[in-house]
């Protein structure tokens, strides 16, 4: 089956010669409502996914392409610069870079590119489309996506023009929880699907010292299983197995003037500084990380102004790693910092009791919030991504830190027991490890003198 009888040599004519992989051609062919390309990292997912986008725009005529990120920024400054790089001297084809769309003259058709990571995203995103309607939505990085993230699109694939319409999903695999994994994968209900599966030593066309690097990762762990094997795994040794996306990360807000603002600071060089903007509701304990940096190469001087620029709230206090050097030279851009605990597992179970809390209330809508402080992470929280972290497939914020973050394996004949996390993807967790200590040893929220409050929550 192809999906034109010139689909090929029109692919060709925008994007050069391109010769596909085997398991591209069955993911460039598909007609299926639901195409899942999913496997290990550098396996030409993202690649062909493209390429069908532009075969599809260049072959239909009045189509509407829609292609998805959670955030529009994020997909502008990797698919976007693609495809600027494959269609610019196309002179078919015309980039209306305010619309963030490409239009396609000989067919009429777009590609438009979209995101969802607020209100303005949505509705500009079902505002697409003729009538409305779309035939083939593209779903980059879809385990950044929410499942409600994923009806909204479902909700827009109504489109005529190309006589099928196409869900596609490219992922490394997440967690089998994951509702791309229960939902679409594992759901005989779903019938209308193909799901390829693809890894890195599949691609010819990667470097063969990434390839090596991926297939030299310790093959205990969650890494190895999901950006090397392609696996759907939980991540066993995960530090924070009750982190739930759904739950936890929620969409931003204007926060309130009465609430406590504080700012948390871990160093890093090599590995990425991270701090965090954390809102705190001081009648509940509820903790919002309302912004993040997470950025390798900064030193404490680079950090300083940065910090400064980025802060627009009152701050109460900002908490840090124990490094002198460093401290004073924030304290002479006028921040004033403050050191809490290091105590790492007491930090974790702080954290992990607040993310309980969450589910807790979540589950039981009549629990009192003051009783069960929680944490959230507004899903816009990351203030840009770093490009280098980008390559390496490494967390690039928070949110990605607790589903990497994982305890050191046992020692060879020794009992499983979990009192050492790994040394790595732990620095926004020591942020938050700071922030939770602190609040707790300072009082900062008076808990115990909520009591009168029963009756505002009743
Ligand atoms: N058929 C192909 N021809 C040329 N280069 C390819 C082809 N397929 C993939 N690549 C290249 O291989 C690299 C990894 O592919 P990518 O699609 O980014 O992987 P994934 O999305 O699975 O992580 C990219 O640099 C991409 O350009
Ligand atoms: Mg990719």
Redesign the pocket.
């Known amino acids: 089956m192809t999906i034109a009888p010139s689909s090929n040599q029109t692919a060709d004519e925008n994007a050069g010669t ?4 085997p398991h ?1 051609l069955d993911a460039l062919y598909s007609k299926s409502k639901f195409l899942v ?1 999913t ?13 069908k986008c532009i075969a599809c725009a260049s072959i239909y005529h009045d189509a509407t392409i829609v292609i998805v990120r959670k955030t529009r920024e994020s997909l502008v400054s990797s698919v976007g610069i693609q495809l600027e790089n494959i269609l610019e001297r196309d002179p078919n084809v015309v980039h209306q870079k305010s619309k963030n769309r490409f239009y396609f003259k000989k067919t009429g058709s777009y590609i438009i590119l979209a995101g969802l990571k607020d209100d303005r995203q949505r509705s500009a995103l079902l505002s697409i489309g003729k009538k409305g309607s779309v035939d083939l939505i593209w779903v980059e990085e879809a385990t950044q996506l929410s499942g409600d993230d994923l009806k909204l699109l479902l909700s827009r694939l109504r489109g005529k023009a190309m006589g099928f319409r196409q869900l596609m999903v ?1 992922t ?1 695999p997440g967690s089998p929880q994951h509702y791309i994994y229960r939902y679409i994968i594992a759901n005989d209900k779903v019938r209308d699907k193909t799901v390829i599966h ?1 890894r ?1 030593d599949m ?1 010819p ?2 470097p063969e010292d990434y390839v090596e690097w991926l297939r030299s990762q310790d093959p205990s762990s969650t890494f190895y299983k999901r950006y090397w094997l392609g696996e759907w795994v939980a991540a066993e040794g995960a530090v924070y197995p009750q982190w739930t996306p759904d739950i936890h990360i929620c969409d931003p807000f204007e926060i309130p003037e009465w609430w406590i603002v504080m700012r948390a600071v871990d160093y890093g060089f090599r590995s990425p500084a991270s701090v965090l903007w954390a809102a705190i509701n001081p009648l509940s304990g509820d903790i919002y990380i309302f912004q993040e940096l997470y950025q390798t190469e900064l030193t404490a001087n680079d950090l300083a102004p940065l910090i400064n620029h980025h802060t627009k709230h009152e701050i109460t206090s900002t908490v840090t790693d124990r490094d002198p050097a460093a401290n004073q030279i924030l304290n002479e851009n006028g921040i004033p910092t403050d050191e809490p605990d290091k105590d790492k597992l007491g930090n974790i179970d702080r954290v992990k009791k607040y993310l309980d809390n969450a589910i807790k209330r979540h589950r039981d809508g009549n629990l009192k919030p003051y009783e069960h402080p929680a944490l959230y992470v507004f899903n816009n929280s990351l203030i840009a991504e770093d490009e280098k972290l980008v390559a390496k ?1 490494h967390p690039l914020r928070l949110a990605d830190e607790m589903l990497a973050y994982e305890w050191e394996p046992p020692k060879e004949g020794k009992e499983t027991i979990a009192d050492k996390p790994k040394d790595e993807y732990d620095h926004a967790e020591d942020a938050l490890g700071y922030l939770l200590a602190h609040i707790e040893a300072g009082g900062l929220v008076g808990f115990g003198a909520m009591d009168i409050l029963d009756d505002i929550w009743d």
Do not use: D, P, R, Y
């Open positions: 391109v010769t596909f992989l591209q390309l496997g290990g990292a550098g396996s030409g997912k993202s690649f062909v996914a493209l390429e490219t490394n693809s890195a691609n066309h990667i497939k």
